[in-house]
């Protein structure tokens, strides 16, 4: 079946220092690919999607590219702030399904 | 837009008791999904419906644990009798579709179970 593998968490970093979050992908078929974020006490929201491969979405200064040949989406930031501070989450939906399968999560810290 | 609503915030009950939790999708969304979320486990789908119909339930942990859609607006999700080990906090999300396989969830602030 369907999964997504993120990088294990916790991830701290320094502010303004690049951020890359790892993620790959297992679909039978083509899938749309989704970062969500999840700030502290929150639901989680939308940051970024791809549906086609090649493409690359992008939010906030956050990008991710759709790489079908290494079936990976890593998300990227230039320089992270401390409002970054948050739980990251990479996820598919296949087939015009609307049903979204999650990674375990990335818990990242900033530190100014 | 409000977003997703769900209530209450934060319910604390004791074991054995009922609980049911509530939900107020996006107007104009079709599905509506529920998760739960804890440390052990992440983040879980149990249900979702279309048009107020249950497509998938798969996830749901079991027969303590039931769903309802009655309305467009509106759905519940009920634990009877609720166990030590349903503490978790329970995501609400409705989805909107873009065009052919485009979708996007939107998640509401979750309802924190804590069973004692």
């Known amino acids: 079946g369907d999964s997504v593998t993120q990088m294990e968490g916790p991830v701290t970093l320094s502010e303004e220092a690049f951020l890359t979050i790892n993620c790959t992908y297992t679909?039978?078929?083509?899938?749309?690919l989704f970062w969500y974020v999840q700030y502290p006490g929150e639901g989680l929201q939308l940051l970024l999607k791809?549906?086609?491969?090649?493409d690359k979405g992008s939010n906030k200064g956050f990008e991710a590219t759709y790489r079908k040949e290494t079936t990976s989406f890593h998300l990227e930031k230039g320089s992270v702030q401390v409002s970054d501070s948050a739980v990251y989450f990479c996820?598919?939906?296949?087939?015009?399904?609307?049903?979204?399968?999650f990674g375990t999560g990335t818990r990242l810290t900033i530190i100014p | 837009d409000a977003g997703v609503i769900q209530s209450p915030r934060h319910e604390v009950t004791e074991m054995g008791q009922e609980v049911t939790l509530r939900c107020k999708p996006i107007?104009?969304?079709?599905?509506l999904f529920w998760y739960r979320q804890t440390m052990m486990r992440g983040l879980e789908l149990l249900i979702y419906?279309?048009?107020?119909?249950?497509?998938?339930d798969s996830g749901m942990p079991e027969d303590r644990f039931s769903a309802k859609m009655p309305n467009a607006s509106f759905s519940t999700l009920k634990i009877q009798p609720s166990e030590p080990r349903d503490s978790a906090v329970y995501f609400c999300?409705?989805?909107?579709?873009?065009?052919?396989?485009?979708?996007?969830?939107?998640f509401g602030p979750g309802t924190r179970l804590t069973v004692t």
């Open positions: 107007s104009g969304h079709n599905s």
């Open positions: 679909a039978t078929g083509y899938p749309s």
């Open positions: 996820a598919l939906s296949e087939g015009g399904n609307e049903k979204l399968t």
């Open positions: 419906f279309n048009n107020n119909v249950p497509i998938d």
């Open positions: 791809a549906t086609k491969a090649d």
């Open positions: 999300a409705s989805s909107l579709r873009l065009g052919a396989g485009d979708y996007e969830q939107y």
